[in-house]
């Protein structure tokens, strides 16, 4: 469908805060496959075609790495060699002059004989297959003149248009360069949302139709209410991000004086940084996968250990859960690539991968203890993905034969919830993934923006499943934490302490407004707001009935 642009008004689900309003920049997914026809009318001319379109595809690349670093740099620096590679580029040559082939034809099927080569030597070359796909779509893409699939490089400030994005791509985008994120799938806890709301773009997701605007002038986009407009002209850059002025006073604490730790989330020291800036009393959740989302291979121990302490320093003495590589589905790891499956959600990933690789478990672990004895920071350890008692206890006993001291699970799938029990009374503490629990509760796709509504973390049903691991955790006397989105919403926050949470991890953007809200509420009300809250019919009178208990005894 094509909206008549001045009219044109789409609503999606806003998830990261803010109003920005620019240009549009669409990221282009897939390049269709190159025509062997018309042949070209000077096959001698079209030949030298490929060399310079390499060569441009090669620079670019060469430039980008120049501005990151790490494994990011290694791996552009690597895919710029790899598309100046001669050998490919004589045999693209060859196909023009002997076949008459258009030159993106034939770099198509050169590239195509490589991978094919590639992919019959297994093993690490069989890992190269994408990156020289990715290369042949570049130089292809270069070749017709349009945009290679990806995100592209943004020359001015824009708003970022996408049917979504992988976690590796949302993770590198420039704050400075995308005024705001649109996507047609995604949820409200889909990994481009969170992404999003650690960089501080505003973003919307979910939102059906943005990739059919056409070429419009500008969009103006709200993260708040996720309405997304097209702008009758080109606007000038305008990026408003709504900051609730919130003081806090950095501990946090109920009016009454339960005390509940405010940690944040984390994937990058960068991040790391921003939290202890941002007053967070420190990590209930690194997600250590988010450093290794474009690596090609396992780092070694030392450099695990080396990423590790960089996250960890900023909270010399102060607590920080490290959870150990939540890799497969949604964040893939290359070097952790489980056979194809059909519906890898529900397939290996998080803590089953350590069944068959527990080597690279212990190797992480080893890292992690290392982390911690340099940098002095308090360190406990969770596992993703836990679905039984068993698997608990299997992850504390590896966890501390490797040293580690704390030692603790993420409940995040239905049937540990159930087994809550169980499940606290084989572990020093548990944390609950609202993010992951809703998802399997609902049987709904975090990623999918049609299901994004089943996603809402105030879904009764959901709080019913927390208020079951509450129960779990006060009767074994085990600490639970809640790092899922819906920690970040200070009323939600109130009802997951009524629930019986001690701590809350979250966005380092959220910690001021949480901590404000619980110090302005007694722990009463958030047992009564709870309550309220869980024998609701939908989300939306869950909102209203806890709302009603939090505001009703604060005004006497
Ligand atoms: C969750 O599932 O709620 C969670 C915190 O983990 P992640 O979002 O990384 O899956
Ligand atoms: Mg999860």
Redesign the pocket.
């Known amino acids: 469908m094509v909206q008549t642009m001045s009219s044109a008004r789409l609503k999606g689900v806003g998830v990261s805060t803010g109003r920005a309003s620019g240009p549009v920049v669409t990221v282009v997914h897939e390049l269709s496959e190159p025509s062997s026809l018309p042949a070209p009318a000077d096959p001698v001319a079209e030949a030298a075609r490929v060399r310079p379109a390499a060569e441009a595809v090669a620079a670019r690349l060469a430039a980008r790495a120049e501005t990151v670093a790490g494994n990011a740099r290694a791996l552009l620096e690597t895919t710029a060699a790899m598309a100046a590679d001669p050998a490919l580029l004589a045999q693209a040559e060859k196909l023009v002059s002997t076949r008459g082939l258009p030159a993106a034809r034939a770099v198509y099927e050169a590239a195509e004989t490589f991978t094919q080569a590639l992919a019959a030597a297994g093993g690490y070359l069989a890992e190269r297959v994408q990156d020289v796909r990715d290369i042949r779509d570049r130089i292809v893409a270069e070749l017709i003149g349009v945009e290679p699939p990806g995100v592209p490089e943004l020359a001015s400030p824009s708003v970022l248009v996408a049917r979504d994005l992988a976690p590796a791509d949302t993770a590198g985008l420039d704050p400075a360069k995308v005024l705001a994120l649109v996507t047609e799938q995604g949820g409200p806890?889909s990994?481009t949302a969170?992404l999003a709301r650690a960089l501080g773009i505003p973003a919307v997701v979910a939102c059906a139709g943005v990739l059919d605007i056409g070429d419009v002038p500008g969009l103006i986009v709200d993260g708040d209410t996720g309405v997304v407009e097209v702008a009758a002209k080109r606007v000038a850059v305008v990026t408003a991000v709504r900051q609730r002025r919130v003081e806090w006073n950095g501990v946090g604490s109920t009016a009454d004086g339960r005390r509940v730790k405010m940690l944040a989330?984390v994937g990058s020291a960068a991040e790391s940084v921003a939290a202890a800036g941002a007053g967070a009393e420190g990590i209930g959740?690194f997600?250590t996968e988010f450093c290794y989302l474009s690596a090609s291979s396992e780092p070694t121990v030392e450099a695990q250990t080396r990423a590790y302490s960089a996250v960890l320093a900023p909270f010399a003495g102060k607590p920080v859960v490290v959870r150990t590589l939540?890799a497969g589905a949604d964040k893939p790891l290359a070097f952790l690539e489980p056979d194809a499956e059909p519906n890898p959600a529900l397939g290996i990933r998080g803590l089953r991968v350590a069944f068959t690789r527990t080597d690279v478990l212990e190797r992480q672990l080893a890292a992690i203890v290392a982390a911690a004895a340099e940098t002095g920071a308090e360190v406990s350890v969770m596992a993703?993905m836990v679905a039984t008692a068993e698997e608990a206890a299997w992850f504390v006993e590896l966890a501390r034969a490797a040293g580690v001291e704390r030692a603790g699970v993420?409940v995040?799938i239905p049937a540990a919830a159930l087994a809550a029990r169980e499940v606290c009374q084989a572990a020093d503490f548990v944390s609950v993934?609202?993010?992951?629990?809703a998802q399997y509760t609902f049987a709904a796709d975090r990623q999918v923006g049609a299901v994004a509504a089943l996603n809402d973390p105030w879904q009764p049903a959901l709080l019913r499943l927390v208020a079951m691991i509450g129960k779990a955790a006060i009767e074994t006397a085990t600490p639970l934490g809640v790092?899922?989105?819906a920690a970040a919403d200070p009323q939600l926050a109130a009802v997951l302490v009524g629930i019986g949470a001690s701590s809350l991890s979250m966005n380092a953007g959220a910690l001021a407004s949480v901590g404000a809200e619980l110090a302005g509420v007694h722990s009463d009300q958030c047992q009564l707001a709870a309550k309220a809250a869980l024998p609701t019919r939908d989300p939306a009178q869950a909102r209203l009935a806890a709302r009603a208990a939090l505001t009703a005894k604060r005004s006497r």
Do not use: Q, V
């Open positions: 806890t990994h969170i989330n959740l997600r939540d993703p993420m995040e993934g609202t993010n992951d629990l790092c899922g989105e």
